[in-house]
């Protein structure tokens, strides 16, 4: 089982990307999506999550406004629209399955990662 992003690249401060997490050789529609991103020489950060039925929907403020997450069950997959991209919006963007973990989830499945890249 895997999951595979895609839809990043390099862009100008003020565009738009839309990132896509297909996963494959296993149902995600159980689980919890969620998007991560880690800069050169930062720790990763957590941008969004999503429930199951995409009825919870978390967001960093750093970018609340400008991103939407979104799932798709029948495809087996998640989606993060990037509006008014920012050079601080430039990292890797990993996707990731979990579950619910109290208040929280827990992250156990994991993508490699699309690149983003912001210029100024």
């Known amino acids: 089982a895997q999951l595979v992003e895609s839809g990043g690249g390099l862009v100008q401060t003020g565009a738009s990307l839309r990132l896509s997490c297909v996963g494959s050789g296993r149902r995600f529609g159980s689980n919890a999506m969620g998007w991560f991103r880690q800069a050169p020489g930062k720790e990763r950060e957590f941008v969004a999550s999503i429930n199951w039925s995409g009825g919870t929907i978390r967001v960093i403020d750093s970018v609340k406004g400008r991103f939407t997450i979104s799932r798709d069950n029948a495809k087996n997959a998640v989606y993060l629209r990037m509006n008014s991209l920012k050079p601080e919006d430039t990292a890797l963007y990993l996707c990731?399955?979990?579950?619910?973990?109290?208040?929280?989830?827990?992250?156990?499945?994991w993508g490699r990662g699309t690149q983003v890249t912001v210029s100024s």
């Open positions: 990731a399955a979990g579950r619910e973990d109290g208040a929280d989830y827990s992250w156990g499945f």
